[in-house]
T-cell receptor, first 115, second 112 residues
Framework: GAGVSQSPSNKVTEKGKDVELRCDPI?????LYWYRQSLGQGLEFLIY????????KSGLPSDRFSAERTGGSVSTLTIQRTQQEDSAVYLC?????????????FGPGTRLLVL | QKEVEQNSGPLSVPEGAIASLNCTYS??????FFWYRQYSGKSPELIMS????GDKEDGRFTAQLNKASQYVSLLIRDSQPSDSATYLC????????????FGRGTQLTVWP
C-alpha cells in the first residue's frame, strides 16, 4: 500500500515569506507526527496529532509555527515569516493508533531552504 | 543531559565484521525502544523495536535492552557495505505517549 507522502519535496523561499508543508499519512492511521531534522541538531519532535486534535504541540519552536489536520487525514505545517534557522528537512510520520510501541512510518521529507 | 545519547562515531568496520551501536537514555520509565536506519538523503526506516529486557534477534540484527542500566544496543553481524548508513536510536518516554526522542545518530561505514 501507499506510504506516507509529503509535498513539496523541496522548497526554497526567501526570508520573511510564509510556507506550507503537506503530509498525507498512511490510510487509516490516526496518529500523525511532525519532526524536523537539521544539521547538528538531529531529529527533533514538533507536534503530534491524534485524529484532528493535537494533544502534544510542545515541540513547536515558536509561534511562527502552526499545524492543522483535517478529516483525520492530511496535515499541513505552516511556517510564517520564515527565518534562515528554519532551514531543515521536515519529516512527517504516521502510526496506526498512536499507542506506545507502535511503529512510526516516515515520509520522504520536505527539504526547506530559507535564503 | 539529553534524553537519548548515542556513541558518537563515526564507526568503521570491515565487511563481515560485527558492528556494535550503543545508546543510553535518561528517563527510567521509558517503555519502547527503536533503531532506525537512515541512508544519506533519505528518511529513517525502522529496523528493530524492543520493549522488554534481553535480546531480540531479526536476521543479522540483534537489539539488546537493559532497563536497569538504561542502555540499548544494536549488533549487526556479518556487516555488509549496504549497511553503511546512520543509525538512530529512538525512545518513547513513559510520560509522553507516541512522541519519539531521538539520539543524534551513529554513522556506520562498512568497507569491502
Amino acid at each position: 500500500g501507499a506510504g506516507v507522502s509529503q509535498s513539496p519535496s523541496n522548497k526554497v523561499t526567501e526570508k520573511g515569506k510564509d510556507v506550507e508543508l503537506r503530509c498525507d499519512p498512511i490510510s487509516g492511521h490516526t496518529a500523525l507526527y511532525w519532526y524536523r531534522q537539521s544539521l547538528g541538531q538531529g531529529l527533533e519532535f514538533l507536534i503530534y496529532f491524534q485524529g484532528n486534535s493535537a494533544p502534544d504541540k510542545s515541540g513547536l519552536p515558536s509561534d511562527r509555527f502552526s499545524a492543522e489536520r483535517t478529516g483525520g487525514s492530511v496535515s499541513t505545517l505552516t511556517i510564517q515569516r520564515t527565518q534562515q534557522e528554519d532551514s531543515a528537512v521536515y519529516l512527517c510520520a504516521s502510526s496506526s493508533q498512536g499507542r506506545s510501541g507502535e511503529t512510526q512510518y516516515f515520509g520522504p521529507g520536505t527539504r526547506l531552504l530559507v535564503l | 543531559q539529553k534524553e537519548v545519547e548515542q556513541n558518537s562515531g563515526p564507526l568503521s568496520v570491515p565487511e563481515g565484521a560485527i558492528a556494535s551501536l550503543n545508546c543510553t537514555y535518561s528517563d527510567r520509565v521509558s517503555q519502547s525502544f527503536f533503531w532506525y536506519r537512515q541512508y544519506s538523503g533519505k528518511s529513517p526506516e525502522l529496523i528493530m523495536s524492543i520493549y522488554s529486557n534481553g535480546d531480540k534477534e531479526d536476521g543479522r540484527f540483534t537489539a539488546q535492552l537493559n532497563k536497569a542500566s538504561q542502555y540499548v544496543s544494536l549488533l549487526i553481524r556479518d556487516s555488509q557495505p549496504s549497511d553503511s548508513a546512520t543509525y538512530l536510536c529512538a525512545v518513547i518516554r513513559g510520560s509522553t505517549l507516541g512522541r519519539l526522542y531521538f539520539g543524534r545518530g551513529t554513522q556506520l561505514t562498512v568497507w569491502p
